[in-house]
């Protein structure tokens, strides 16, 4: 019913940056928050920002001053502009966001596939 399609993942060096989007398509009624969240290997899933319907952004301490999350409504699209990367930002990062779908009165969380990130000089 619902795609998230990211892209914008790859190498980078530490002190480099990246920017990754992610387009929402499908039988869509309306998106709510969006975001991202990144998952190093062998630890757990975690929140790196969101940016809510009216466009409020929050983003993990690790990150604040260095990612910047931004949305297009129009297009159903969230970016994640990564600046100053260090080795720590190392993960693979999935796209989220909550839908309502078409013909359907509830909300539901859907995910991308995920994208790569390394950060290594």
């Known amino acids: 019913q619902v795609q998230l399609v990211e892209s914008g993942g790859g190498l980078a060096q530490p002190g480099g940056s990246l920017r990754l989007s992610c387009v929402v398509s499908g039988r869509i009624f309306r998106v709510f928050d969006m975001g991202w969240y990144r998952q190093a290997p062998g630890k757990q899933r975690e929140l790196v920002a969101t940016v809510s319907d009216d466009r409020a952004t929050r983003l993990t301490d690790s990150v604040k001053g260095r990612f910047t999350i931004n949305r297009d409504s129009a297009q159903n699209t969230v970016t994640l502009q990564m600046d100053s990367l260090k080795p720590e930002d190392t993960a693979v990062y999935y796209c989220?966001?909550?839908?309502?779908?078409?013909?359907?009165?509830?909300?539901?969380?859907?995910w991308g596939q995920g994208t790569q990130v390394t950060v290594s000089s």
């Open positions: 989220n966001a909550r839908i309502r779908v078409l013909f359907y009165t509830t909300t539901a969380d859907y």
